[in-house]
T-cell receptor
Framework: GQQLNQSPQSMFIQEGEDVSMNCTSS?????WLWYKQDPGEGPVLLIA?????ELTSNGRLTAQFGITRKDSFLNISASIPSDVGIYFC?????????????FGKGTLLTVNP | DTAVSQTPKYLVTQMGNDKSIKCEQN?????MYWYKQDSKKFLKIMFS???????INETVPNRFSPKSPDKAHLNLHINSLELGDSAVYFC??????????FGNGTRLTVT
C-alpha cells in the first residue's frame, strides 16, 4: 500500500528559528498537500502543490514539490509561538486514486518563546 | 459560516454501547470522508462517499457503519463499542481533486 514517510517526528525550537520538514513517498505523486493541526481542531490546509519542481509560499511558509515527484519539503521561516502544532503531508492513495488521501505521521512542532 | 460541522465534539460512553456521530458540510462538496486519529496522531482513512455512494471502505470492523442520506451529510454509527475505538474521528469533504476540508473532530472515549 501507499507509504508516506514524514520526518522529523518532532522538533523543539526557539522562537525566530527556521524549521524544515519533509515527506517521501514510495511511489510517484501528482499532488502534495501540507496541513497543520492545532490542538483540539481539525487539520487545516497550508499549501497545495500540483507540479514537480513547484515552489509555493504562504506567508512565512514555503513548500516544494520534489522533481522526482516522490518527495516534498515544508519550510517555516522566523518561527513564532503560534506555529506550534502538528504538520502533516498528504498525497493521493495507491494507484493515484483521486478519492483517497494518505497522510504522513506528522511532525510535532514546539516553539519556545 | 461555510464549514464541515460534526457533532458531538466529545462523546464518553461505556463498552458495548452503540453511538452515532453526525457530519454536515455546507461547502457544496460531493465527496465526504471519515478519518480516525489515534493517540499517536496518525490519520487513517475509514470511509468515503461520493454523491451518497460508498467509494472507499478501508479495513474497518463491520461494527462501524457509515450512512449518507444526501451528499451534504455523512454519519457514522458504531455498534458494540470497544476500548480500542477511543480516538478522535474527523469528518472531511472535498470536490474533485480539491484539498480536503476537515471538521473539528469528535473525541470518543470508551470506558
Amino acid at each position: 500500500g501507499q507509504q508516506l514517510n514524514q520526518s522529523p517526528q518532532s522538533m523543539f525550537i526557539q522562537e525566530g528559528e527556521d524549521v524544515s520538514m519533509n515527506c517521501t513517498s514510495s511511489s510517484i505523486f501528482n499532488t502534495w498537500l501540507w496541513y497543520k493541526q492545532d490542538p483540539g481542531e481539525g487539520p487545516v490546509l497550508l499549501i497545495a502543490l500540483y507540479k514537480a519542481g513547484e515552489l509555493t509560499s504562504n506567508g512565512r511558509l514555503t513548500a516544494q514539490f520534489g522533481i522526482t515527484r516522490k518527495d516534498s519539503f515544508l519550510n517555516i521561516s522566523a518561527s513564532i509561538p503560534s506555529d506550534v502544532g502538528i504538520y502533516f503531508c498528504a498525497g493521493p492513495g495507491s494507484g493515484g486514486s483521486n478519492y483517497k488521501l494518505t497522510f504522513g505521521k506528522g511532525t510535532l512542532l514546539t516553539v519556545n518563546p | 459560516d461555510t464549514a464541515v460541522s460534526q457533532t458531538p465534539k466529545y462523546l464518553v460512553t461505556q463498552m458495548g454501547n452503540d453511538k452515532s456521530i453526525k457530519c454536515e458540510q455546507n461547502l457544496g462538496h460531493d465527496t465526504m470522508y471519515w478519518y480516525k486519529q489515534d493517540s499517536k496522531k496518525f490519520l487513517k482513512i475509514m470511509f468515503s462517499y461520493n454523491n451518497k455512494e460508498l467509494i472507499i471502505n478501508e479495513t474497518v470492523p463491520n461494527r462501524f457503519s457509515p450512512k449518507s442520506p444526501d451528499k451534504a451529510h455523512l454519519n457514522l454509527h458504531i455498534n458494540s463499542l470497544e476500548l480500542g475505538d477511543s480516538a478522535v474521528y474527523f469528518c472531511a469533504s472535498r470536490t474533485g481533486n480539491s484539498p480536503l476540508h476537515f471538521g473539528n473532530g469528535t473525541r470518543l472515549t470508551v470506558t
